[in-house]
């Protein structure tokens, strides 16, 4: 069973400021999902990674498949992206997704 | 395109109930698998549906079930509700492995 770890847990920071969320896993992996959730609990999916980088806007997103970690990077950070972080797991075959606890991140004006 | 939608949105049942919530995939998307939020445990996979069958299940009793019909849309079933059931019931729907996926806003559920 794969286990996911995130950090930070919380995350207070000011607008403007670059931030770091870190996600690590115990097994090789198929893919790995970064999600937000916001207040009231809709989920949106901002990633999915099998490999290297990718960009959207203010959010990129890293995995380095050796060392089973991936950051989530928010450049420019403003109060709107405060929401908890999710980082995802999906290992190979039929394997559902394994989630970590998650990240909440308050972006103070 | 319209999104997933789940029906009802909140639910109160009694304990011993058993209770049925729906999901409406995104056109096109063949995979629909269920998700268990609570603030104690997290998010935890519940099962995944693809093309009628199920492909996986998490580490849930038996009085879960859940089942995928042939327009993908897709029920689950709790039986013999217990208050440790109350929850964030969230689904989500994906094209296939390849992409990622999309989750409906969920039904909250309270058993009371």
């Known amino acids: 069973k794969n286990e996911v770890e995130q950090s930070p847990q919380n995350l207070t920071a000011q607008e403007g400021e670059f931030i770091t969320i870190n996600c690590s896993y115990s097994?090789?992996?198929?893919?790995l999902h970064w999600l937000q959730q916001h207040p009231g609990g809709g989920i949106v999916s901002l990633f999915m990674?099998?490999?290297g980088k990718k960009k959207h806007g203010r959010l990129i997103a890293t995995i380095n498949i050796q060392e089973k970690h991936s950051s989530l990077h928010i450049t420019a950070s403003h109060p709107r992206d405060s929401a908890v972080y999710i980082c995802?797991?999906?290992?190979?075959?039929?394997?559902?997704?394994?989630f970590g606890k998650g990240t909440h991140l308050i972006i103070q004006p | 395109k319209a999104g997933v939608t789940q029906t009802p949105r909140y639910l109160i049942k009694t304990r011993g109930q058993q209770v049925t919530l729906s999901c409406s995939p995104i056109s096109g998307h063949r995979s629909v698998s269920w998700y268990q939020q609570t603030p104690g445990q997290g998010l935890q996979f519940l099962f995944e549906?693809?093309?009628?069958?199920?492909?996986n299940k998490g580490n849930f009793p038996g009085r879960f079930s859940g089942r995928q019909f042939s327009n993908s849309r897709s029920e689950m079933n709790v039986s013999t509700l217990e208050l440790g059931d109350s929850a964030l019931y969230l689904c989500?729907?994906?094209?296939?492995?390849?992409?990622?996926?999309?989750f409906g806003s969920g039904t909250r559920l309270t058993v009371v």
């Open positions: 989500a729907s994906s094209l296939n492995d390849i992409y990622g996926y999309t």
């Open positions: 990674l099998s490999s």
């Open positions: 549906y693809f093309s009628e069958t199920q492909r």
């Open positions: 097994v090789g992996i198929s893919a």
């Open positions: 995802a797991v999906k290992g190979g075959g039929a394997d559902g997704l394994t």
